[in-house]
């Protein structure tokens, strides 16, 4: 299903509702976590949905997240690791705890992936995936050429990931970190409901092909055409391609 939304404000708004819809979304038995991706189309959702319950509080109780990836090697609580983003954007503004989120900053070593996946199953998989979508076509840390087959996984991160993190949290060069921690393809295919969020023009010929074109591993985001659940969010410009 593919929204188009006239402004990326309009966008942000309604993602920010089906965000909390999920979140709420504690039917018997049911289950699960929803599934964060930081970057700079979901922060704005974030604040959306922390506004909104800064004026009409829910309860946040039942709520529990988990983040779609995170860099390795960052120092705790730095601004620039997603689980330090996510507790900023999301769960101090929601009042949530430490035990409702799953945050790959708490997984180190070799086994981490396995960890952290086994973590999610255990929690009820992810309910609701929210992403943002690379220029390159990338979900998470599932850059071109990543295996649909794979599970959660360390991924070295390619140099534009490491000058975005910098140009964004003015880091040195030496800080920039060179890998993480991602839920792979098939993990991420696993969600019951996949939200991906783009906007821009930048984005409108990787939207096109990801949306339109063969589903290959070059383009990462190809691969959500396989799940029977998806809603692509886009500003009209995102969408001029479609
Ligand atoms: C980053 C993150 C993704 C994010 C994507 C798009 O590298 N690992 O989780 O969604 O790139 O980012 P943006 O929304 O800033 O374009």
């Not at 295919?189 to 290959?216: E, F, H, N, Q, Y």
Request: include cysteine; charge should be neutral.
């Amino acid at each position: 299903m593919i929204h188009v939304y006239d402004t990326p404000r309009e966008l942000y708004d309604a993602a920010a509702w089906l965000w909390i819809q999920a979140a709420l979304d504690r039917r018997r038995g049911q289950g699960g976590l929803v599934g964060i991706a930081t970057g700079t189309t979901t922060a704005p959702i974030h604040e959306t949905v922390a506004r909104l319950y800064a004026v009409a509080p829910f309860d946040t109780r039942a709520i529990a997240i988990c983040a779609v990836d995170d860099y390795a090697g960052m120092e705790a609580g730095h601004i620039a690791s997603c689980s330090e983003r996510i507790r900023r954007q999301l769960m101090r503004p929601l009042g949530l705890a430490e035990e409702q989120a799953l945050l790959p900053d708490r997984f180190t070593g070799s086994d981490a992936p396995l960890q952290y996946e086994d973590a999610v199953a255990r929690r009820g998989g992810v309910r609701m995936q929210m992403l943002g979508l690379g220029e390159d076509g990338h979900i998470g840390f599932n850059y071109p050429g990543a295996s649909f087959g794979e599970g959660a996984h360390w991924v070295d991160l390619p140099q534009s990931t490491g000058d975005t993190l910098r140009r964004l949290y003015d880091l040195p060069a030496e800080k920039a970190p060179t890998h993480g921690l991602t839920l792979g393809i098939r993990s991420i295919l696993m969600s019951r409901r996949i939200v991906i969020a783009a906007t821009g023009a930048r984005k409108a010929a990787i939207v096109r092909d990801a949306v339109l074109g063969p589903v290959c591993e070059r383009v990462p985001a190809s691969a959500l055409q396989l799940h029977r659940d998806v809603a692509w969010l886009l500003d009209k410009e995102a969408a001029s391609l479609l």
